[in-house]
């Protein structure tokens, strides 16, 4: 058993733009992080990941990077930054940054360098490629935010590649001057003293050369290529492996199998990655994540088990269900409709993937089971991927109606995480005395921080003993996974076993009352946990949403 610190680590992602304003501007800023490290403390996390805090000119907040080592003014300033460090530091919470190096923003000095003449010795370091019969893009990949992935800069005649919104130009990897530029930026924020990296969509740096031949025709998506490895292989070495620190890859499209290769123990590459089978699992052939599709609980438990499996004893997992990427959790997989219910279901949800093996990522604001925001209008969105998105499925193809696009995005839009966290029950929820820059979900205020953190049957108190239990029982780091009943559409019932001991975790994905199954283990050994009172446990009968955790 190979111990390493963030193997045993809670991490906490900050969407920075929307956990705390301090100066009533409507944006979040660094003070506002620094003023709440007390609440994250006492929460019990180990790592805060914030997402970026780099100048930006915003078209994806802040995932287009106009200057790696400048802190966006909006957000503060260096001497801020520092303070928050030292005093994250002084707490004994680490931080670790986003890095979005696939691409930077097109106000990045390197891209308009780039893009000034063909040739400006920097024009290499983006991906420049002339078109088919000079007007059609060069071939048919197509821009995870809809459309063409190439776009025509009118000054040189020439196509970018661009696999986000055409702000975010790729940068070309091939190029040693381009790697050694994102290495030195590295060692220079770790040299600072931070603890590690996310790196954003980090599997698609490496790109194959027929996805940027010239050739007219559709290509596939390129979630694995060999030359990825290469880079992340020179990137530990010339940089990662000097420093103590945790990394995780986001990795759209990577198999278990893949994962292995980024995040084996013997890789040389990452700590772990982000996988999104689980994300995908409700997926539409067509539409992608714009559907109304309900999951499939045995979908998510082959999923889930398949990566605890395969994983296990080469790899590293990393467990989430929300990032400001993804719709709430408890309005996803759990049910948000009455308070009684959205309690329950965010504590079972919360037990089902705490207990797995591997590292678990809290989402600002998850910790008090905040729920997806009921968007009315296009005005209500900020999000370029659902604006873009219905530009292309309602204005351009009508694949969706107008209503049924705002449905789509209601159920799946990446807003849903970025409303401002809910503090307390005073205007805006306590987290911006200006005017926010998205709007607060109007239930803040029954659901916020204040209420909660007080409160021992509260969403927070609940996630406080989660993350106390990880700390207290090796069996959560280390057991192996067993999973029982897999075809079952409710209950979702697996087995932990460590050193001769067994953790048994009982969870009910609907809102029945169901009758036990016999042979799971229920009522053998301690209670650790559960989202009822002892006393509400029935042998012969699982409760709705239940939640029960027991060791022998
Ligand atoms: C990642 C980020 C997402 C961003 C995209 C492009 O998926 O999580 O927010 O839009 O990369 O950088």
Redesign the pocket.
């Known amino acids: 058993m190979n111990k390493q610190w963030w193997k045993e680590a809670v991490v906490y992602q900050i969407y920075p733009r929307s956990f705390k304003d301090s100066t009533g501007s409507g944006v979040g800023d660094l003070n506002g992080i620094t003023e709440k490290l007390d609440y994250l403390k006492d929460l019990g996390v180990d790592v805060l990941w914030l997402?970026p805090i780099y100048e930006s000119p915003n078209v994806?907040?802040g995932?287009?990077i106009s200057d790696y080592q400048a802190i966006s003014r909006e957000f503060g300033s260096m001497a801020d930054f520092d303070r928050l460090l030292a005093a994250a530091h002084e707490r004994g919470l680490k931080i670790v940054m986003d890095l979005?190096v696939?691409?930077t923003s097109n106000q990045h000095k390197w891209f308009m360098e780039s893009r000034s003449s063909r040739v400006n010795p920097k024009r290499d370091w983006y991906i420049w490629r002339d078109g088919v019969d000079g007007s059609r893009p060069p071939n048919k990949l197509g821009s995870?935010?809809s459309g063409s992935a190439w776009e025509k800069d009118a000054g040189t005649g020439q196509y970018y590649l661009h696999l986000?919104?055409k702000e975010?130009p790729d940068l070309n990897w091939r190029n040693p001057e381009v790697r050694s530029a994102v290495f030195s930026m590295m060692k220079w924020w770790l040299d600072k003293g931070i603890d590690g990296f996310r790196m954003?969509?980090i599997n698609l740096i490496g790109k194959p050369d027929e996805a940027l031949a010239i050739s007219g025709e559709p290509v596939d998506p390129i979630p694995n290529d060999k030359l990825t490895h290469t880079y992340l292989q020179e990137m530990r070495c010339e940089a990662l492996s000097h420093y103590d620190i945790m990394t995780v890859g986001?990795t759209?499209g990577v198999t278990a199998s893949a994962a292995r290769q980024f995040a084996g123990f013997d890789a040389n590459e990452l700590n772990m990655v982000f996988q999104f089978e689980l994300m995908d699992v409700d997926a539409d052939p067509k539409t992608g994540k714009w559907n109304q599709n309900r999951y499939r609980l045995s979908d998510v438990k082959k999923i889930m088990s398949k990566w605890q499996t395969e994983l296990h004893g080469v790899a590293w997992n990393s467990l989430y269900w929300n990032?400001?990427?993804q719709p709430r959790v408890v309005s996803r997989f759990g049910d948000d409709f009455c308070a009684e219910c959205r309690v329950r279901s965010a504590k079972m949800l919360a037990t089902c993937l705490h207990l797995m093996q591997g590292t678990p990522y809290i989402y600002q604001g998850e910790e008090l089971g905040m729920t997806n925001f009921p968007i009315q209008s296009l005005d209500d969105i900020r999000d370029?991927?659902s604006l873009n998105a219905y530009r292309e499925l309602v204005s351009e193809s009508a694949v969706f109606s107008h209503e049924q696009m705002l449905a789509a995005i209601r159920k799946s839009g990446?807003d849903n995480a970025r409303t401002p966290m809910q503090w307390d029950k005073t205007a805006n929820a306590g987290f911006t005395t200006g005017v926010p820059w998205i709007t607060v979900n109007p239930n803040y205020v029954e659901i916020n921080a204040e209420a909660q953190v007080q409160d021992s049957a509260s969403v927070f108190s609940y996630y406080k003993k989660l993350i106390a239990l990880r700390k207290q029982y090796p069996i959560i780091v280390h057991g192996d996974y067993e999973l029982l009943l897999p075809d079952d559409e409710r209950l979702f019932v697996y087995h932990r076993c460590f050193e001769g001991r067994t953790l048994l975790v009982f969870c009910n994905f609907s809102g029945e009352t169901l009758s036990r199954p016999s042979g799971t283990g229920f009522g053998r050994g301690s209670l650790l946990i559960s989202n009822y009172a002892e006393t509400e446990l029935a042998a012969a009968l699982v409760q709705p949403w239940e939640a029960t955790v027991y060791l022998t």
Do not use: G
């Open positions: 997402s994806d907040n995932y287009d979005v696939n691409h995870i935010f986000f919104a975010q954003d969509v986001e759209p990032n400001h990427d370029v991927e990446r």
